[in-house]
């Protein structure tokens, strides 16, 4: 199926994605869980400008992160078995809920998918 993400190796990556939008790397922070939703790889606290990371997702983990938050795009769901792209997805994900506070999911993955291969 795959091997465990170790999120933390790919810290420079994410931060260089967040800092193309003009946030510094102090928004991520990487967690043992995601506090009230241990299936969670990732979240984001509007208010506060956060985004908390996993440090460590299973391949089930990333899966059931995939079919919630990306199924409804699956002309790029083949691009999320690269680990890397996975984790930025997502972090574009939260950080366009940051942007843009009161748009839906499906909009602010929208752009993610858009920003993640630029």
């Given amino acids: 199926m795959g091997e465990v993400i170790e999120t933390e190796r790919y810290k420079d990556e994410?931060?260089?994605?967040?800092?193309?939008?003009?946030?510094?790397?102090?928004?991520?922070?990487?967690?043992?869980?995601?506090p009230n939703d241990p299936l969670r790889a990732c979240r984001v606290y509007k208010i506060e400008k956060k985004i908390v990371m996993k440090k460590r997702v299973t391949p089930e983990e990333k899966e059931i992160n995939i079919n919630f938050l990306f199924e409804k795009f699956p002309e790029h769901l083949a691009q999320l078995s690269d680990d890397l792209k996975f984790l930025k997805q997502l972090v574009l994900f939260e950080m366009f809920h940051i942007v843009y506070r009161y748009q839906t999911d499906y909009e602010c993955a929208k752009w993610g998918f858009y920003h993640l291969n630029k």
């Avoid at 790397?25 to 995601?34: A, G, Q, S, T």
């Fill in 14 to 34: 994410l931060v260089k994605t967040l800092a193309k939008h003009g946030f510094g790397p102090e928004i991520l922070e990487f967690v043992d869980e995601v």
